[in-house]
């Protein structure tokens, strides 16, 4: 963990220096990490040059989604069993990039609320997604990945109407473990809420990528 934080902190200054923020995206499988990357990919590539990093423990089906919907090159990391992406790895995948013609970089971790909250990858903030069909306690249940995340993103609310599922609850939850989070609400299938995400996206841009802002309460 020591070698880790070491290179995590290696991958912050390399970023920081070149003034690209870099995304960690966390979440539960089936929560819409890729749809939402792939759409905001189509709908803000011509404004932000953007790469992903995809970690997946088994194939790169996921890489091979988002990468049709961008230039830029899109790194695959099969963990091959392991349950989270760790610095190592993120600092393999940056060496394919040309930070130069990047603005943006984010990082699709594996699947899971157990095991990324524990690994830094030098990214500028932990984002996680929580879809509307999972529950509301899910920060209760996985409170350490939401005390290590900056925002969440409330995934999947075209279906509100049909799920039992309270989002003031839901919220308090998450504000409960930690009390600083910033919410974005989105459908990245419908697009409802994107671009109040996709306005976050610019404000990031050629700024301080230590400072992070944007997100409604």
């Not at 966390?26 to 011509?46: A, F, M, N, Q």
């Not at 989002?167 to 910033?182: I, S």
Request: hydrophobic content about 40%.
């Amino acid at each position: 963990m020591e070698r880790n934080d070491a290179l995590a902190r290696d991958v912050r200054a390399r970023l920081t220096g070149s003034g690209i923020p870099m995304f960690n995206l966390v979440s539960s499988p089936g929560s819409g990490k890729t749809l939402l990357l792939e759409r905001t990919l189509e709908d803000l590539g011509d404004e932000i040059r953007m790469a992903v990093i995809t970690g997946d423990v088994q194939t790169q089906n996921d890489a091979d989604r988002i990468a049709r919907c961008t230039p830029h090159l899109v790194q695959a990391v099969v963990t091959g069993g392991a349950c989270h992406l760790d610095a190592k790895q993120v600092t393999a995948a940056l060496e394919a990039l040309e930070l130069s013609g990047i603005d943006l970089i984010f990082v699709e971790n594996v699947g899971n609320l157990v095991c990324p909250a524990s690994w830094d990858l030098g990214e500028t903030a932990k984002i996680v997604l929580f879809s509307v069909t999972e529950g509301e306690d899910k920060p209760l249940k996985y409170p350490k990945m939401f005390q290590q995340a900056r925002y969440v993103v409330l995934n999947k609310t075209d279906l509100l109407p049909y799920v039992p599922f309270d989002v003031v609850r839901a919220k308090a939850c998450a504000l409960e473990a930690n009390p600083e989070l910033g919410f974005f609400m989105t459908s990245a299938l419908t697009g409802e809420g994107m671009e109040e995400w996709y306005d976050f996206l610019r404000s990031q841009v050629g700024r301080d990528v230590g400072v992070t802002e944007g997100a409604v309460g």
